[in-house]
Nanobody, 127 residues
Framework: QVQLVESGGGLVQAGGSLRLSCAAS????????MGWFRQAPGKEREFVAA????????FYAVSVEGRFAISRDNAKNTLYLEMNSLKPDDTAVYYC????????????????????WGQGTRVTVSS
């Protein structure tokens, strides 16, 4: 198993930036494809970004492409989400997720494709 702990959330004005981190412990972090999801009040949890276990391929939701960047440091067992040009619509609880991957080219974009989740970190963007 892998345990995930997110951090870095907070209150920011529209147009600002935040960097979220997800610290992993337990099984080998580099064995997992990783993803970020978010859940806004009254809405279902939605996909934000995903990255392969080697970190060489990433994929984004249309709503964040060009503004957000997912990355990972396997030596530090940490996943990141750099968020720029934030909008009020980005307000949500952000979750990182992990899924064992036997292929270096796989990433996952659906909630039910991930077995392990963090507890979430709240991001609030004021207008």
């Amino acid at each position: 198993q892998v345990q995930l702990v997110e951090s870095g959330g907070g209150l920011v004005q529209a147009g600002g930036s935040l960097r979220l981190s997800c610290a992993a412990s337990g099984r080998t972090f580099s064995s997992y494809a990783m993803g970020w999801f978010r859940q806004a009040p009254g809405k279902e949890r939605e996909f934000v970004a995903a990255i392969t276990k080697n970190g060489d391929t990433s994929f984004y939701a249309v709503s964040v492409e060009g503004r957000f960047a997912i990355s990972r440091d396997n030596a530090k067992n940490t996943l990141y989400l750099e968020m720029n040009s934030l909008k009020p619509d980005d307000t949500a609880v952000y979750y990182c997720a992990a899924e064992p991957s036997y292929s270096g080219s796989r990433y996952y974009t659906e909630n039910d494709q991930y077995d392990y989740w963090g507890q979430g970190t709240r991001v609030t963007v004021s207008s």
